[in-house]
Antibody, heavy 119, light 107 residues
């Protein structure tokens, strides 16, 4: 059974860079049929797809965040990561890492991690 | 961007009720529509993908239909564990977008 677990600081200062890592267990991050993504959800609000990365290096980022987002895969550690630069209070949300199929269906989710941006 | 809307935004129902939630896309998305369930404090869970395919392990009381711009999620007989928020998501075109959610609570 595939499992995903987010890790990273729960508190980031405004204007700094948010960095999160997702560790994948129970499967290989090098699967050609898998895309590894990030979705976020402000407390009590809806969901926003941040972006996806394939182990080959192919990435997709939501245009609303594209200029601030970097995603990468570390196949040696079976991990993928998200960096979001120049954070503001609007980036205070729960961040989920997900596994997406070729159809971009998020079929496995991490438990989510709350990141708070402080001033 | 493709805008997704859902109706109703919330509904109250009793165990055993048949519940239908509607999702509409601002343009045709063919059958690239997914449904997720989110219980309070938990991560969303995939229920239905490609409009009508039930994800493995999801009870058969959940079903999906539709194509183009209009889609529905139906719960044939609501169970206590089904009280949650339901989101639709289009995977037809980037950026992939979600509906605002429909909360199903206990009448």
């Amino acid at each position: 059974q595939l499992q995903l677990q987010e890790s990273g600081p729960g508190l980031v200062k405004s204007s700094e860079t948010l960095s999160l890592t997702c560790t994948v267990s129970g499967g290989s991050i090098s699967s050609s049929n898998s895309y590894w993504g990030w979705i976020r959800q402000p407390p009590g609000k809806g969901l926003e797809w941040i972006g996806s990365v394939h182990f080959s290096g192919r990435t997709y980022s939501n245009p609303s965040l594209q200029s601030r987002v970097t995603m990468s895969v570390d196949t040696s550690k079976n991990q993928f990561s998200l960096q979001l630069t120049s954070v503001t209070a609007a980036d205070t949300t729960v961040y989920y890492c997900v596994r997406a199929s070729r159809l971009m269906t998020a079929d496995y989710w991490g438990q989510g991690t709350l990141v708070t941006v402080s001033s | 961007d493709i805008q997704m809307t859902q109706s109703p935004s919330s509904l109250s129902a009793s165990a055993g009720d048949r519940v239908t939630i509607t999702c509409r896309a601002s343009q045709s998305i063919s059958g690239f529509l997914n449904w997720y369930q989110q219980r309070p404090g938990k991560a969303p869970k995939l229920l239905i993908y490609s409009a009508f395919t039930v994800q493995s392990g999801v009870p058969s009381r959940f079903s999906g239909s539709g194509s183009g711009t209009d889609f529905t999620l139906t719960i044939s007989s609501l169970q206590p564990e089904d009280f949650a928020t339901y989101y639709c998501q289009q995977s037809y075109a980037t950026p992939f977008t979600f509906g605002p959610g429909t909360t199903v609570d206990i009448k």
